[in-house]
């Protein structure tokens, strides 16, 4: 009987310790501060891209500035400095992957639960080579 509960024991804590990693992703580099979404590495050139700083503003005046200003809170909070608080890998997985990003990032999620934006971001149907425009529009910002 005793060898029997070990037995039932050692099972439970197996399955209790496996469950733990498939939801913890084993050990998958799971980075708050990088985000959820495609992007896992930017590697940014230390001079700001003018050809890209360009398309990001006309892509943020088309799909940003509706809920977001640099400088003022809107419907979405103010970005200036976006790229001094975040790594650019949060910052463009925020952009291409808002929902998942509020479900499942702590960063996303604590700036949500907090109250002070109560309108979650959505979808706004960008592509990463978009997302990274709009992050050199950004760069640019806050290098002034």
Avoid at 124 to 133: G, I, M, Y
């Amino acid at each position: 009987m005793k060898n029997l509960k070990t037995r039932v024991i050692l099972t439970l804590m197996t399955m209790l310790f496996t469950s733990f990693l498939i939801i913890n992703g084993c050990g998958s580099g799971n980075d708050p501060e990088k985000g959820i979404g495609p992007v896992t590495e930017v590697k940014l050139d230390s001079a700001i891209n003018p050809e890209l700083v360009a398309k990001g503003k006309a892509i943020f005046d088309i799909k940003c500035v509706q809920c977001h200003q640099i400088g003022n809170k809107l419907v979405g909070p103010p970005l200036q400095d976006v790229t001094k608080r975040r790594k650019p890998e949060w910052i463009m997985n925020q952009i291409l992957n808002p929902e998942q990003m509020l479900k499942e990032n702590m960063i996303a999620k604590n700036m949500a639960m907090s109250g002070e934006y109560p309108t979650p971001m959505t979808f706004q149907n960008v592509t990463e080579d978009d997302a990274r425009a709009i992050l050199e529009f950004f760069r640019n910002n806050d290098k002034k």
